[in-house]
């Protein structure tokens, strides 16, 4: 059983080192229902990393917190960044009782 759990161990860290390698190309940070600060954290250990461009999204009430992330790791944490660009849309979520329902999105691009 030792064997299996290591082997278990080994192929989620490579579908994660995967994904990892697969998600380089654009460094995104997905805004869900933490604290603000641990998605700082998260953009700031991207850029210390040698990410160029990270992209913050966020859907519906969550907008809001996307741009207090953008803000506060721009003006307090690495002030040498820029807004690169600012994506809003809409997307439609079916919810439980099938109807389909309108979420406004956004995409902030930082990059340095």
């Given at each position: 059983?030792?064997?299996?759990?290591?082997?278990?161990?080994?192929s989620?860290?490579?579908?994660?080192s995967?994904?990892?390698?697969d998600?380089?190309?654009?460094?995104?940070?997905?805004?869900?229902?933490?604290?603000v600060?641990?998605?700082?954290?998260?953009?700031v250990?991207?850029f210390?990393?040698g990410?160029?461009?990270?992209?913050?999204?966020?859907?519906?009430?969550?907008i809001?917190?996307?741009?207090?992330?953008?803000?506060?790791?721009?003006?307090?944490?690495?002030?040498?960044?820029?807004?690169?660009?600012?994506?809003?849309?809409?997307?439609?979520?079916?919810?439980?009782?099938?109807?389909?329902?309108?979420?406004?999105?956004?995409?902030?691009?930082?990059?340095?």
């Amino acid at each position: 059983m030792t064997e299996d759990k290591s082997s278990k161990k080994v192929s989620n860290k490579q579908t994660e080192s995967k994904a990892l390698r697969d998600s380089k190309d654009m460094d995104c940070i997905l805004v869900g229902n933490k604290n603000v600060m641990s998605y700082v954290l998260a953009c700031v250990t991207l850029f210390n990393k040698g990410a160029k461009e990270v992209v913050i999204k966020a859907r519906g009430r969550l907008i809001s917190r996307a741009v207090d992330v953008a803000e506060i790791t721009r003006h307090r944490f690495i002030e040498d960044l820029m807004v690169k660009h600012i994506e809003i849309g809409t997307t439609s979520v079916q919810t439980d009782k099938g109807s389909d329902l309108n979420v406004s999105t956004i995409d902030i691009t930082l990059s340095r």
